[in-house]
């Protein structure tokens, strides 16, 4: 009984890009649970087709794309749908339509929706129990270990299409980025940066069977664009400075006694400005404040190259070429300027707000 009526009060929403009797058994087994609002987002399918007019029949919403625009656009649309035209719904619950999530595994979700409303909810696979290909194990770690690093939060199956989003989160969903695989690992990140709770639910997901519109190279580059973006221009800034150190150092009177150390102070700002500006209107995206974000920007500058120096001198006694060392040390530093850069200097006011003490509960 509690199940059912946790389930009544949330929007299921189901996105798809292909027609599978897999989705019409999970709405007939949610619907067996009580689930009231199932919204289905065709995402570029032909609408008159007896699949769909089977799935309205049934009583499940459907919502129309007129192209197949992905993933994140499909998911946005279909929580804009429940938002705009369901009452009394306190949250949204996301899931696959492919087979791999169980009606069972989403009335866990809504059950710890209703326990846990200021929290998202996240469905864990369990990789020793569900039937998941090695190279989704693979990238999945690889994924959580990269928002480990970029968000200091763990989160243990940044992948999982199973999740439980409260009400108050609508905005945030609205106003993330992206419209395919991308939009996911955006959300998770903005959650992130908003200090919201992650809580996480163990599900048996068979991904064994499960067809999949992810495109290796294209999706796999928009999940990572912003910091393969902020490596891009990092090393084009590097190769920068280093021709604007020759053109100095050549033009500079030889006689001069800071001949070099001129040069390299001209040369680093130069680049360092042109990195600003790159970095704020490409990378981030952000044009907030544009004297603040410059001032972060030259402190954390000078910090990093400060603290490469003083690591590398600090390291001289290690029996490795100082070369290495100091390619090692400036790796590990530019992870930190990455993020630093993404949570302070570039930091969206806005979108950092603190959670309400008041639906953090």
Not at 80 to 108: E, F, R, S, W
Not at 193 to 219: E, G, Q, T, W
Not at 239 to 247: A, K, N
Request: with cysteine; hydrophobic share 40%.
């Amino acid at each position: 009984k509690n199940e059912r009526n946790s389930c009544m009060s949330h929007a299921i929403i189901i996105p798809i890009y292909c027609e599978s009797r897999n989705t019409i058994s999970l709405c007939n087994e949610l619907q067996n649970f009580g689930a009231e609002h199932i919204v289905v987002v065709n995402d570029g399918l032909n609408p008159k087709s007896e699949y769909f007019n089977e799935l309205t029949s049934m009583g499940c919403h459907l919502v129309h794309l007129k192209n197949n625009n992905g993933k994140g656009a499909s998911l946005k649309a279909g929580i804009k749908y429940a938002h705009d035209n369901l009452y009394n719904i306190t949250g949204y619950i996301t899931c696959d339509a492919d087979g791999q999530h169980t009606a069972n595994d989403v009335m866990k979700i809504s059950r710890m929706l209703d326990l846990r409303n200021g929290s998202l909810i996240l469905g864990k696979r369990d990789y020793k129990k569900s039937k998941m290909p090695i190279n989704i194990r693979i990238g999945n770690r690889l994924s959580s270990a990269y928002f480990k690093v970029i968000t200091g939060k763990s989160c243990r199956d940044t992948q999982t299409g199973l999740r439980g989003i409260p009400a108050f989160l609508y905005d945030t969903v609205m106003k993330t980025k992206g419209s395919r695989f991308d939009f996911e690992m955006n959300f998770l990140t903005k959650c992130a940066d908003m200090r919201v709770p992650f809580y996480f639910v163990n599900i048996i997901a068979d991904c064994s069977n499960c067809s999949s519109n992810f495109r290796l190279i294209k999706d796999t580059y928009l999940i990572y664009r912003t910091p393969l973006r902020f490596a891009t221009a990092s090393i084009g800034c590097t190769i920068i400075d280093l021709v604007l150190f020759t053109i100095f150092a050549y033009i500079l009177p030889s006689h001069m006694f800071f001949n070099i150390m001129l040069a390299t102070l001209m040369a680093r700002v130069v680049s360092g400005g042109i990195n600003f500006l790159i970095n704020r209107k490409v990378i981030f995206g952000n044009t907030d404040n544009g004297a603040k974000q410059a001032l972060r920007f030259f402190i954390l500058f000078f910090c990093i190259m400060c603290a490469s120096s003083l690591i590398v001198s600090a390291l001289w006694f290690l029996p490795i070429p100082v070369t290495l060392t100091k390619a090692i040390v400036d790796l590990l530093l530019w992870t930190v300027n990455y993020k630093m850069q993404r949570i302070w200097v570039f930091k969206d006011s806005n979108r950092l707000k603190r959670t309400p003490r008041s639906k953090r509960n």
